[in-house]
């Protein structure tokens, strides 16, 4: 059974950081290619972040660009968001996605809320 399950959300104010896991069960975690998507209240999800199996090549969108930073343990089989100076904007629930080809699995998201 597969599984993607985040954790390390929650409430933070501005400009502090949160770092968000994703522990993953079921499926050859290394071959997987992996990315954080968030989506707002309102809103449509939108990527965030990637990165491939070996964890040598990531990508970011513009808006978390020198703030967050994408990460893996392949003998842990989870991946990792650290985000730092986190805005009110950045306020979302964050999923977790693994993709291989057409295979494509999800986490039920975790809920970050960024307030003073």
């Known amino acids: 059974q597969v599984q993607l399950v985040e954790s390390g959300g929650g409430l933070v104010q501005p400009g502090g950081s949160l770092r968000l896991s994703c522990a993953t069960s079921g499926f050859t975690f290394s071959l997987y290619y992996m990315s954080w998507f968030r989506q707002a209240p309102g809103k449509e999800r939108e990527f965030v972040a990637a990165?491939?199996?070996?964890?040598?090549?990531?990508s970011y969108a513009d808006s978390v660009k020198g703030r967050f930073t994408i990460s893996r343990d392949n003998a842990k089989n989870t991946v990792y968001l650290q985000m730092n100076s986190l805005k009110p904007e950045d306020t979302a629930v964050y999923y977790c996605?693994?993709?291989?080809?057409?295979?494509?699995?999800w986490g039920q998201g975790t809920q970050v809320t960024v307030s003073s």
């Open positions: 996605n693994a993709a291989w080809g057409a295979v494509n699995y």
């Open positions: 990165i491939n199996w070996s964890g040598g090549s990531t």
